[in-house]
């Protein structure tokens, strides 16, 4: 999902003298300026369909805590993707995009760290002589779905910190990884950084630089949190906690899921040609193909290994399908990327467990899904690109995650020395919502899980 | 007078009502309980995790008969709330020194 670069000389006249860049991106038989009407239009088609993720982030983990957790969880949902939206106008847009202008590093040598600065967009009623690059998109458009994307990495977090965490640290954490700790390393790769000019990094619509770094951020404050009381006992035990509402969770999957569609088909960036174009439909069809076979590994899986089907297990499986084949939904056959979701589909089934054997407690399967699906899936790229190399895909890997584990830790460190980011225990068990927000999910319905 | 309760799984509760009423029982009254007997729960799997459920839900049917129904009754419900598995449920008759029908005034055996 690299953009493509402003020239230095921003007029017009160079733009319409369609120099190499521009003829690679606007082929002769559509008009520029139609091009770039379709490519606006493909962003905020795009864009949308990736806003409405944070509606299915927030259905999923609302089902999948406990009903005196439910106001809050949506409270959580609501407030982060707002939040992003602040953060990444103030600071996250340009330090994600300098577009040549970086604070550290060249576009040559390798950018590290962007530029500072609010993000501008185009005036009111532009003609084509206005246009930021006519043969991109309008910078609305590009900044709307680039946004969705950033807010879409903190949704991540929230899932898995749930039921413990107070609010307000976890507000300020989403702040500074919206803003600063997402948009330095998406720079690295889509921002023409020194992931994507050095090591020819391979990550399309963010296996690794959303899903994973999602993942790392939500492991470091897993681990600085500590699980839920009673879910871990001191001999070894593991009490599941049963989330609130299983339709609720299936529904925010099958919301993620239609989101994924303007996730990854909106990151061809282009949609002014016949190749683009056909190019988005593959995407629609691979990742739709994915999720399928997440679910129908996880499905198999679960029913040869635990005697029964687990529907929660089968909804991180779409998920992870879809995290899976979000490094590279173009180059796979129907087959390959239906093949590429179910190997996240098993990973999830493995992990899960795997997580709890080390009292790591991840309330939604968010690490599992974005972290262990997402560092596969960019492996996966290897399989079916042979623009990718394996070095290639490792080493960022490994230097996003190492980023942005250190970086979260030392702030979940620093929110929890100053003002601790886990609410009391008598909070914790009388629930989140009377606790903390005094106000209940459900107060007309049953106790839920308040019952014995 | 006798009341009987009854403990037993949910999914009988419609086949006892029937049966009983076929013998003239004229009111049962039903609640849902959790609990363990010998039985002692069971296991289950929530996302790879086993995990014992310690109270399993039942129904509890209080019936308060005529002394000279309460085998015909108990008999009944045993054998239509019998599955032969694990976890049938129990029967206890306790005695009951009144009743008193609220609408008419119509005591003991005249009120049941």
């Known amino acids: 999902m690299q953009k493509k670069h402003l020239t230095a000389a921003l007029g017009l006249a160079a733009l319409l003298a369609a120099g190499p860049a521009l003829a690679q991106e606007g082929p002769t038989d559509v008009p520029a300026h139609s091009v770039f009407v379709l490519n606006t239009l493909l962003f ?192 070894g035990g593991i009490h599941p906690m049963p989330g609130s509402s299983l339709p609720l969770a299936t529904l925010g999957t099958f919301i993620l899921w239609l989101g994924w569609f303007g996730f990854n088909g909106g990151s061809q960036l282009a949609m002014g040609s016949i190749g683009d174009v056909a190019d988005v439909s593959r995407i629609f069809a691979n990742t739709n193909a994915a999720a399928a076979g997440g679910v129908v590994a996880a499905v198999i899986l679960t029913q040869v290994m635990f005697g029964k089907v687990d529907l929660t297990m089968a909804l991180n499986g779409a998920l992870a399908g879809l995290v899976s084949i979000t490094a590279e939904p173009l180059t796979p056959s129907l087959g390959s990327a239906t093949l590429i979701g179910a190997v996240g589909g098993v990973i999830v089934v493995f992990t899960v467990p795997l997580l709890d054997k080390l009292k790591i407690d991840d309330v939604v399967g968010a690490i599992p899904v974005h972290l262990f699906a997402g560092i596969w899936g960019t492996l996966a790229v290897l399989l079916t690109n042979g623009d990718a190399t394996f070095m290639g895909q490792l080493i960022p890997i490994i230097i996003v995650g190492v980023f942005v584990f250190v970086v979260s830790t030392v702030v979940w460190v620093i929110l929890n020395t100053v003002m601790g980011i886990r609410v009391s225990e008598e909070a914790e068990i009388a629930g989140l919502d009377t606790s903390e927000l005094g106000m209940e999910a459900y107060p007309e319905f049953g106790k839920g899980s308040q019952t014995i | ?105 119509e005591r003991d055996e005249d009120a049941i």
């Open chain 2, 1 to 105: 007078m006798k009341l009987i309760i009854a403990v037993i799984k949910p999914f009988k509760l419609e086949e006892v009502r029937t049966a009983l009423s076929g013998l003239g029982v004229q009111g049962l009254m039903v609640s849902e309980v959790k609990g363990f007997g010998r039985q002692s729960g069971h296991t289950e799997i929530y996302r790879g995790a086993e995990y014992t459920v310690n109270f399993v839900p039942k129904l509890k049917l209080e019936i308060v008969v005529n002394d000279d129904q309460v085998e015909q009754v108990t008999d009944t419900i045993a054998k239509t709330a019998q599955t032969g598995k694990i976890g049938d449920g129990k029967i206890f008759v306790l005695g009951v020194e009144q009743a008193l029908r609220v609408r008419t005034g």
């Open chain 1, 44 to 235: 905020l088609i795009g864009g949308f369909l990736v806003m409405f993720m944070a509606c299915g982030f927030a259905m999923l983990e609302a089902g999948l805590v406990r009903s005196k957790n439910v106001a809050m969880q949506c409270t959580k949902n609501i407030a982060l993707f707002s939040i992003a939206a602040i953060g990444y106008y103030i600071i996250g847009y340009n330090l994600m995009y300098p577009l040549g202008n970086w604070s550290i590093g060249t576009d040559d040598t390798g950018g590290y760290l962007g530029a500072f600065g609010v993000a501008i967009l185009e005036a009111v009623g532009i003609g084509a002589d206005d246009a930021d690059d006519l043969s991109y998109a309008s910078t609305g458009s590009d900044y709307f779905f680039q946004l969705m994307f950033c807010a879409a990495t903190a949704s991540i977090v929230s899932g898995a910190l749930a039921e413990r965490i107070k609010l307000w640290p976890f507000l300020i954490f989403t702040f500074i990884l919206t803003a600063i700790i997402y948009p330095i390393q998406a720079s690295w790769k889509w921002g023409g950084g020194f992931l994507d000019s050095q090591f020819g990094f391979l990550d399309f619509a963010g296996s690794t630089v959303v899903h994973s770094v999602g993942g790392w951020a939500a492991l470091a404050g897993a681990i600085i949190l500590g699980a839920r009381k009673g879910k871990y006992d001191s001999s």
